[in-house]
């Protein structure tokens, strides 16, 4: 029997759109060729409405208690403290893990395979597999990540942005017991390093910025962070991601519907692309059970209005002469900047 909808990609956002579904009493394949925890370079804190997000859909990983976000430099710090509940740092893996049981306890079919290529009939949507064969749905939500393979396919791929300004991602762990239950961002000359207490003895470094970029050189340009690090090893390889910003024409084709990373991403900056993603995810369930795109074009943009505009605001502020400027004039208006983490977080 055909599924009443495919997802394309197995990540955090692929498997929250499968877990909607079947809530929803949809018959749902996942089509994901990689097995076991899925591990990606990101800042793996979970802000207090990521966390209510997964809360509602059943899933309650383990992790570390995240208070707030504080912003620091070599001259300034600015803290704010989440206002209604915390957040969690999560092991990338630990949160696949947690949504990979809770799809499969709630019968998600999976195919470990590939989409080798898809076309449009009626009102049917033909996935070919890397496996050979073929797959027939009513829907397909594409959750396949910054580069998409889905979205190529259906020639949604906005404009490229230029070598000179794109930026990229890496995330390493080390083997040191949080000192705070803060995300502490460090803005150094070039670029920012994400610290997140993700368990007992481990904290998850990521880092942000234009290439060449390398985890340890950022660290060592940062004293206080570089303190901190100072004899801790390093538990894992660096991951990188990139490049951070890609563009999407639109965010549907037909009967496939374009979700997380792949319907378009600014940057990490703000830390909220995982509230985002789980928003859009159920906003896809609902356009699917009302057989209407525009209905998902609508609520992706309201979704991600203030993530674009405050992200792309802050990132153009970081490539500017305001750079040095941006913490201490946050620290100057700890009231404006505990408002738009808020906006951004909760």
Avoid at 165 to 177: C, D, I, P, Q, S
């Amino acid at each position: 029997m055909s599924p009443q909808l495919v997802v394309v990609g197995g990540g955090p956002i692929g498997l929250a759109c499968a877990i909607e579904a079947r809530m929803n009493g949809l018959e749902v394949t996942l089509i994901e060729p990689r097995a076991g925890p899925i591990d990606k370079a990101c800042g793996e804190g979970l802000m207090p409405g990521s966390l209510a997000a997964l809360h509602r859909i059943g899933v309650d990983p383990p992790g570390r208690r995240l208070d707030g976000i504080a912003y620091l430099d070599r001259d300034a710090r600015v803290e704010h403290f989440f206002a209604d509940r915390p957040g969690r740092g999560v092991r990338r893996t630990v949160l696949h893990q947690a949504l990979a049981e809770r799809a499969e306890e709630l019968g998600a079919e999976r195919i470990p395979a590939k989409v080798a290529g898809i076309s449009q009939s009626g009102d049917a949507v033909e996935l070919s597999l890397s496996s050979g064969g073929t797959l027939l749905a009513p829907w397909v939500i594409a959750a396949d990540g910054l580069h998409s393979p889905v979205r190529r396919m259906l020639g949604l791929d906005g404009r490229p942005q230029s070598g000179t300004r794109r930026r990229f991602g890496l995330r390493k762990h080390f083997a040191v017991e949080p000192w705070s239950s803060l995300v502490e961002v460090h803005w150094s000359h070039g670029a920012e390093a994400y610290v997140t207490p993700v368990a007992e003895r481990l904290v998850g470094v990521a880092v942000l910025g234009g290439r060449p970029l390398d985890v340890d050189e950022v660290v060592a340009g940062i004293p206080e962070l570089a303190a901190r690090l100072e004899g801790a090893a390093a538990v894992t390889e660096p991951r990188g991601a990139g490049p951070l910003l890609q563009r999407a024409r639109s965010r549907s084709s037909g009967r496939v519907l374009l979700a997380g990373d792949a319907s378009g991403y600014v940057d990490a900056l703000t830390g909220e692309g995982m509230r985002v993603g789980f928003a859009q995810a159920r906003a896809a369930i609902a356009a699917v059970r009302a057989g209407s795109t525009e209905q998902y074009e609508r609520a992706w943009r309201i979704t991600t209005r203030d993530f674009r505009l405050l992200t792309s605001a802050l990132v153009l502020a970081s490539r500017s002469r305001f750079r040095p400027r941006i913490v201490p004039t946050a620290a100057r208006r700890p009231d404006l900047f505990g408002s738009i983490v808020e906006r951004l977080s909760s």
